[in-house]
Structure formats: structure tokens, C-alpha cells
């Protein structure tokens, strides 16, 4: 009771300090997230609410919709935003692979090797040329705004064994979503997809359904995964967790553009409060990992370098499989090779 007395004490005094209650908003953008207020996506929309509302002095109003109370799914959110019965919304490349597959170029694996060069990557030119792509392909009504982070990197975990070379995945039951590439990708390494609903796979560790997973330690600590016999973590990075944030094309050019303005650095800020939340929660999830017995492998640069190989026959299925695959991972090849003689050259001058 105090708690929230406070909190609507404090809210209150902020808004009257900036004068921000007493001002009708001109525009309001109806934002949601099938995700909870403990994941990265609120976050992100804590800060893009916070920084619109106060750098448009009040003209534009942020309402907030966490869950499923405007839509389910990323097909049915998604067209929601194309017919502008939502603003903004945010989802998987899983989520949006339906309407826009050439976004799965996200999940290729080990295309990006840290969190220096993915976030260069989508902060750049790649973001917009996925941009124009989803808007061709959407008749001009879904605009990709930004990519943010969703949950820090996908890595290997698994109930049988420390995975240090892709043999060792040889013959494991690793979990999948319903979808090509995933299920492209563990089967070149010598594994057996299994696609599961995300409810299920609790369950069907511990019967034994699957023995391994593609997850950040985020959702594997938060899913209490461990508990259902998941104890083997290999840190190979092989996705980064992409977030991709869309918004109804025909609502925001009906703005001016000092609040389009407004609207594209409350995105950027969004975006750099995603790229950091992980970083921050991942910690403690590493160590209640280990704390409870798991094993947390990091593969050395060579064994990196054996998964990538094994992987590299994904890139010529995604080219020659999905549409406009050929085109998107040009993009994204000339983004990384940029994005690493960019930071390469950053680390050299700031060694001397």
C-alpha cells in the first residue's frame, strides 16, 4: 500500500513538475508486447513511453499494452499494425517470418561475433534496407523502425553432456521452433530438431522429449529449466536475440516532422536501453546457473571456428530457400564486414 502510494506520489510530482498533466496530447500511440514486465521489450518500452512523452512536452501519449491484450501472435499483431489498429508493436524474427522471412536472417548462426558488432550492425544501413523491404513487401503500411535485443544470444544447453565441439551435439534431441531454419541449423551440426511449444518444454526435458535447447541463459534461469535436469551451457553464441520493432508506416507520416523526430530518437533510445538490459541480467543468471551445479562452457576461438564451418551450410539454404534470402544477406555480409573494420580499427587506437 505504501509502496504504491508513493510510486503514484512520485509519478504525480514529475508530471506536474513538466507540466505534462495539464496538456492534451495531440497524437497517441497504442504500443504493445506479448511479453511480461520483467523482460527486455518492457524495458524498452518504459524508456521509449518516458522520453516521447517529455520530448514532445505532452503532444504525444504512449499507452502501453503488455501481454495479449490487443493481439497473440506475431501474424495476427502484425496485421493489426498494418490495418492501424495498433501503432507499434514488437516481435521474434519467428514472430514476423510469416509475412517478412528474409527477417530470419537474424538467426543465422555465428554471422556476428559480439555485442560490438551486432549492435553497430543494427544500428546502420542493414536496419534500413530491411526497413525498405518490409515496406515494398507490406504495400507501404508495416515500417521497421528499429532492432533491438531480446534476451542476449542464443546459445546451446543441453541435459546429457558439456558440448565443446559439434560432435558433441551429434544425436541430441534439440528443441525448435516450428520453423525451416533452426531446424536446418541443428541438423548440420549432427543434432535431431525437435520442434516444442514453448509451454511444453519444461515437461519434455524431463521426460526426456528433448535433451537440449537453443536459449539465452535469461529465459533458461527465468523458465527454471535447470530444475528439469537442463545442466550444460555452451556460451557459442551462435543468434543474437534480435527484436524487431514495427510501427503502422501511415501513422507516423501523418505526424510532423519535428515528432516524427520525437518518434525516431525515442526508438534509438529504446533501442540502446534493449542492447544493455541483457547485459545487466544476464549476470546474475549466470551465477545462480552455476551456483546450482550447472556446467557453463566457453568454447575457445578454434572450437568457435569448427562450429561456424559445420553451420556454413545453412547460409546457402537460407540464400537459395527464402524469399529475398539472397538479397537480405548481402546486406547483412557487407554490414558485419564494416562493422568489424570499424571497431577493429576503434580497439587498435584505443591500445596505443
Given amino acids: 500500500m505504501l509502496k504504491s502510494a508513493l510510486k503514484t506520489l512520485t509519478v504525480a510530482a514529475m508530471l506536474a513538475g513538466s507540466s505534462l498533466s495539464a496538456i492534451a496530447a495531440d497524437y497517441t500511440l497504442r504500443a504493445t508486447a506479448n511479453s511480461n514486465e520483467n523482460d527486455e521489450d518492457y524495458d524498452g518500452l518504459v524508456v521509449f513511453k518516458n522520453f516521447v512523452e517529455a520530448a514532445s512536452n505532452g503532444a504525444i501519449e504512449v499507452e502501453l499494452y503488455i501481454g495479449t491484450q490487443l493481439c497473440s501472435n506475431g501474424a495476427e499483431c502484425l496485421q493489426g499494425v498494418a490495418d492501424g489498429a495498433i501503432d507499434i508493436y514488437i516481435s521474434t524474427s519467428g514472430g514476423a517470418s510469416g509475412i517478412f522471412p528474409y527477417v530470419q536472417v537474424l538467426d543465422l548462426p555465428y554471422m556476428m561475433a559480439d555485442d560490438r558488432i551486432a549492435e553497430h550492425v543494427l544500428s546502420g544501413d542493414f536496419t534500413r534496407a530491411m526497413r525498405d523491404m518490409a515496406l515494398e513487401d507490406s504495400q507501404n503500411s508495416i515500417r521497421l523502425m528499429t532492432i533491438g535485443n ?6 546451446f544447453a543441453n541435459t546429457k553432456r558439456r558440448v565443446a565441439t559439434p560432435s558433441d551435439l551429434e544425436g541430441l534431441k534439440i528443441r525448435t521452433v516450428v520453423a525451416d531454419l533452426p531446424q536446418e541449423l541443428v541438423k548440420s551440426l549432427g543434432a535431431s530438431p525437435t520442434p516444442i511449444p514453448w509451454p511444453e518444454l519444461f515437461t519434455s526435458f524431463q521426460t ?7 536459449n539465452g541463459i535469461t529465459d533458461i534461469m527465468g523458465m527454471k529449466f535447470p530444475d528439469a535436469g537442463l545442466q550444460y551451457v555452451t556460451l557459442d553464441g551462435h543468434a543474437y536475440m534480435g527484436a524487431l520493432w514495427w510501427m503502422n508506416n501511415e501513422k507516423f507520416l501523418s505526424m510532423p516532422e519535428d515528432m516524427r523526430r520525437v518518434v525516431v530518437d525515442g526508438f534509438y533510445a529504446l533501442q540502446q536501453a534493449t542492447f544493455a538490459s541483457p547485459k545487466r541480467k544476464s549476470i546474475q543468471a549466470y551465477e545462480e546457473f552455476v551456483a546450482g551445479g550447472g556446467d557453463l562452457y566457453v568454447p575457445t576461438p578454434e572450437q568457435k571456428s569448427a562450429f561456424k564451418e559445420a553451420a556454413a551450410p545453412v547460409y546457402d539454404w537460407f540464400k537459395s530457400n527464402v524469399g529475398r534470402g539472397d ?7 557487407k ?18
Fill in 150 to 155: 531480446t534476451g542476449g544470444w542464443r546459445n
Fill in 208 to 214: 526426456g522429449v528433448v535433451e537440449g535447447s537453443k
Fill in 327 to 333: 538479397e537480405i544477406f548481402s546486406e547483412l555480409e
Fill in 335 to 352: 554490414a558485419v564486414s564494416e562493422a568489424e573494420a570499424s571497431i577493429d580499427g576503434s580497439r587498435k587506437a584505443d591500445l596505443n
